[in-house]
């Protein structure tokens, strides 16, 4: 019998999201975030540590006997969701899920790796894999010491590093971090090169290989559910704008060309929370179809959280085009978040070969 996904919040989900949604109004809201988005750090002050830390949100993924939560992809997938909508400036994605999954992936229950997860899941530390962020989890990652667009660099204390011979933990003060330009500036990139840094073997090398994709695919099928926060706040901003905004003595959104927009931008969100709710409950659950559903879910939301955006700006007339409104940061998140860890055109051909199909043109 095929087991079916459960799509549905739990009530604990729904108490976690409304804790992240009210921290993430105190402390990022919209005009913290631009004010910060241009420096060399663009992370906000005290906020890693309320909600790593405090709130215990980075340990979701780690059990209880290694200082976790001992929770679920599930309950990370709603602190992602609420992470997106405010475009938040927070390594959760990278050392929350997908540093953290690889760890586990490992299986380790003592030793560097155990240790390296306890300190993640406290907050105390925050690990980043050292791999181009575009990088999908079928992927064969060629090791090299200087590694281009790694996200979130900047923030780490420890830099997982894939080489020939296996997995390793490299303290980041003995790498080379670089910053590079990059079209969301709430998630920075970074060079990294680890010529000349020792640091600690995790794994041998087809361990690690096998650890590093786990990490990918725990990322890929989160950042699902990231992409949906995205749309989600641009479709009720935009919605709210445009009941707002009145033209000929009516509010634009009464005018039907536009409803009919808002209502496919809808359709649009409805499908991509089904797609990025299937791909955390087969995480969660261990499904054997979870890649499958992984790739179903980037291949969709990618691109829902880009239209959503785009129709965001556009539906906000000249304001969506100004610096001081925030629907440029949702915009350039979704189009960055829609070539990480894979674009949907990589993760299409990934469900074709899957499925033993022929590859989509």
Same mark, same amino acid.
């Given at each position: 019998m095929t087991r079916q996904p459960d799509l549905l919040y739990s009530e604990?989900?729904?108490?976690?999201?409304?804790?992240? #949604?009210?921290? !993430?109004?105190?402390?990022? &809201? +919209?005009? $913290?975030v631009l004010?910060?988005?241009?420096?060399? #750090?663009?992370? !906000?002050?005290?906020?890693? &540590? +309320?909600? $790593?830390?405090?709130?215990?949100?980075?340990g979701l993924l780690v059990p209880e006997k290694l200082g976790g939560q001992g929770a679920s992809h599930r309950e990370a997938a709603v602190v992602l969701e609420e992470l997106g909508r405010a475009v938040t400036p927070a390594p959760y994605l990278t050392s929350a899920v997908v540093a953290t999954g690889t760890l586990l992936a490992l299986g380790a229950g003592s030793g560097p790796a155990a240790d390296l997860l306890a300190g993640l899941a406290s907050g105390e530390r925050v690990a980043v894999l050292a791999v181009p962020f575009a990088t999908a989890p079928r992927t064969v990652i060629d090791p090299v010491r200087r590694v281009p667009a790694v996200a979130d660099a900047a923030a780490a204390d420890v830099l997982l590093v894939p080489r020939p011979d296996g997995l390793y933990a490299v303290d980041a003060r003995d790498a080379e971090v670089t910053r590079q330009s990059s079209l969301d500036l709430t998630r920075p990139l970074a060079v990294v090169d680890t010529r000349g840094a020792a640091g600690v073997r995790l794994a041998d090398a087809e361990a690690g290989r096998a650890a590093v994709r786990q990490g990918l695919l725990a990322g890929a099928g989160l950042l699902a559910s990231e992409q949906l926060g995205i749309a989600e706040w641009c479709l009720e901003e935009t919605v709210r704008h445009t009941r707002e905004r009145h033209q000929f003595n009516r509010p634009v959104g009464s005018f039907q060309a536009l409803k009919h927009r808002?209502?496919?931008?809808?359709?649009?969100?409805?499908?991509?929370?089904?797609?990025?709710?299937?791909?955390?409950?087969?995480l969660a659950t261990g499904a054997p179809d979870a890649e499958l559903t992984v790739a179903v879910a980037?291949?969709?939301?990618?691109?829902?959280?880009?239209?959503?955006?785009?129709?965001?700006?556009?539906?906000?007339?000249?304001?969506?085009?100004?610096?001081?409104?925030?629907?440029?940061?949702?915009?350039?998140?979704?189009?960055?978040?829609s070539i990480a860890l894979g674009s949907a055109g990589r993760h299409q051909d990934a469900v074709a070969d899957l499925m033993d199909l022929p590859a989509p043109r």
């Open positions: 604990t989900e729904d108490d976690l999201r409304a804790a992240v #949604r009210s921290l !993430l109004a105190d402390r990022a &809201d +919209a005009q $913290a004010g910060r988005i241009e420096d060399e #750090r663009p992370y !906000l002050p005290g906020l890693w &540590d +309320a909600l $790593a830390g405090g709130m215990g949100a980075a808002m209502a496919q931008l809808w359709l649009e969100l409805v499908g991509a929370r089904a797609a990025a709710r299937a791909a955390a409950d087969a980037q291949a969709y939301c990618s691109k829902a959280a880009v239209h959503a955006a785009e129709e965001c700006v556009q539906l906000h007339g000249g304001i969506g085009m100004t610096w001081e409104h925030p629907a440029h940061l949702a915009l350039k998140r979704a189009k960055s978040a």
